[in-house]
């Protein structure tokens, strides 16, 4: 009978959806909350020679200080003081200052470790590479970048024009833990209110198209008399 045929494919239907809301709220809890986070901390495998090609600049130095502006917001800008011992790539200065970043990219190494850094110029600034912008002289990796940033020179002295030369004012920009909660729960309240919603109206779908079938059925499969037959 059709109606058999049509109620089967409500029942399919409203099971494929259940499933795909399902996926949604799997989704939202694993992406929105954290789609900064996410974001800034995706990074795809690259060689030394990728990572010194896509940085402005590569030097080896080490870490003095470490400057966090900011508490409520996270992901967040740090900023790195470097003392810079020697320049493979561009120019800095002896004092340098790097942007990083407090959850996403390498973390902030010892203290008067020596150390390669990978940074890229914006704006007058230098910017920590997220994925790779930091590693070890000693390791292969860490000697690799250094031969493929080039031949090293010692640190600029004139620091007017230098990237890096003069500390950045950072004002904690970021997405704050109240904001991502915030999004977390409309999106779980858009989730849930509008799949009760499609339950609801496919359920009103289902009771009328029954109450349709059965009465078109009293009406045809009986006889004059009112004598049920198949």
Partial sequence: MWWVVARRTLQRMRSQVARLLAVLGLLLGAVVVPASVAAACSCGPATPEVVAARNGVVVTG??????DPGGSSSPHDVVWALHVAQVFKGRAATTTYVIAQDMCGPAAPEPGRLQVFAASAREG???LDTCQGLDDP????GRALIAAAGTASPPGTDTADLAGSVAPDLDGGGMSLTTMLVIALVGLLVVTFGGLALAVGLGLLTR??????????DATQRDSNGTPFK
Avoid: I, K
């Fill in 62 to 67: 080490t870490l003095t200080d470490v400057d």
């Fill in 138 to 141: 000693t390791r292969d990796t």
């Fill in 208 to 217: 009328r198209r029954r109450a349709r079938t059965d009465g078109s059925d």
């Fill in 125 to 127: 600034r230098l910017v």
